[in-house]
């Protein structure tokens, strides 16, 4: 619940920081494809609750995800960082 009230509050920043932002819609088939491999993967989502329970999963996928690209975010956010002078990281 914690969790999910954080991801809230950083979905709504997020938001309102790139509302002005328009992006074009995607393709209908790029849309169908990941649509049929979600489902894919969903569908099939008890065969693998055998050996993983799904909420291990929702929590695991996602630090996976992020400790694969750890470096790219670091990097992305010392140079967000830089940008703000009155800290002073150099």
């Known amino acids: 619940m914690i969790i999910e009230s ?3 509050l ?3 920043f997020l938001k309102i920081c790139f ?3 328009k992006l074009p819609q995607m393709p209908s ?3 169908s494809s990941i649509n049929s491999f979600l489902d894919l993967i969903f569908d099939n989502l008890s065969l693998l609750g055998f050996f993983i329970r799904p909420a291990t999963l ?3 996928i996602p630090l ?3 400790l694969i690209n750890f470096e790219s975010i670091y ?3 010392m140079w967000i960082l830089r940008k703000i002078p009155f800290i002073g990281i150099q």
Do not use: C, E, R, Y
Request: charged share 5%; hydrophobic share 65%; aromatic share 14%.
């Open 58 to 60: 929702t929590v695991v």
């Open 6 to 8: 954080l991801l809230n």
């Open 64 to 66: 996976l995800i992020v």
């Open 29 to 31: 088939g790029l849309v």
């Open 75 to 77: 990097k992305f956010t």
């Open 10 to 12: 950083i979905f709504s």
């Open 19 to 21: 509302s002005w932002l």
